[in-house]
């Protein structure tokens, strides 16, 4: 089944009815275009309401863009709520720590990192 590509300016319910992957290629499609604060505007708009297993991957990428647009403190947020809907996403742990790591704060970021490494080898 194709899903349509929504335009911002429709209704929300057009938008929480996307797929994970209509939602990743609309906001991509925005990126190209330079449109970096709308595609994290569709990506929270989507998160909203979404109940999807993958939300995760959203809080992800939402994450990358903040990060990318100097929102730092919303960017953390976002990695941490990645984090916290799926414990065993170590990009997110990892991307995290570069972000505090990038902020000078070195010691925050081995703890994110460490945090990440222990929780493989208690699961392994």
């Given at each position: 089944?194709?899903?349509?590509?929504?335009?911002?300016?429709?209704?929300?319910?057009?938008?929480?009815?996307?797929?994970?992957?209509?939602?990743?290629?609309?906001?991509?499609?925005?990126?190209?275009?330079?449109?970096?604060?709308?595609?994290?505007?569709?990506?929270?708009?989507?998160?909203?309401?979404?109940?999807?297993?993958?939300?995760?991957?959203?809080?992800?990428?939402?994450?990358?863009?903040?990060?990318?647009?100097?929102?730092?403190?919303?960017?953390e947020l976002a990695?941490?709520?990645?984090?916290?809907?799926?414990?065993?996403?170590?990009?997110?742990?990892?991307?995290l720590g570069l972000?505090?790591?990038?902020?000078?704060?070195?010691?925050?970021?081995?703890?994110?990192?460490?945090?990440?490494?222990?929780?493989?080898?208690?699961?392994?």
């Amino acid at each position: 089944m194709k899903e349509e590509i929504v335009q911002m300016d429709e209704s929300p319910q057009a938008v929480t009815g996307l797929g994970l992957m209509a939602v990743m290629q609309q906001a991509e499609n925005l990126q190209a275009q330079g449109q970096l604060r709308e595609a994290i505007d569709l990506y929270a708009l989507w998160l909203k309401d979404s109940k999807e297993s993958t939300r995760y991957v959203v809080y992800f990428n939402m994450a990358s863009l903040l990060q990318s647009m100097g929102d730092m403190v919303g960017a953390e947020l976002a990695y941490q709520s990645a984090i916290d809907l799926n414990p065993s996403f170590g990009q997110a742990y990892i991307n995290l720590g570069l972000l505090y790591e990038r902020q000078g704060l070195k010691q925050k970021a081995l703890l994110q990192w460490n945090s990440f490494a222990s929780q493989r080898f208690l699961f392994a």
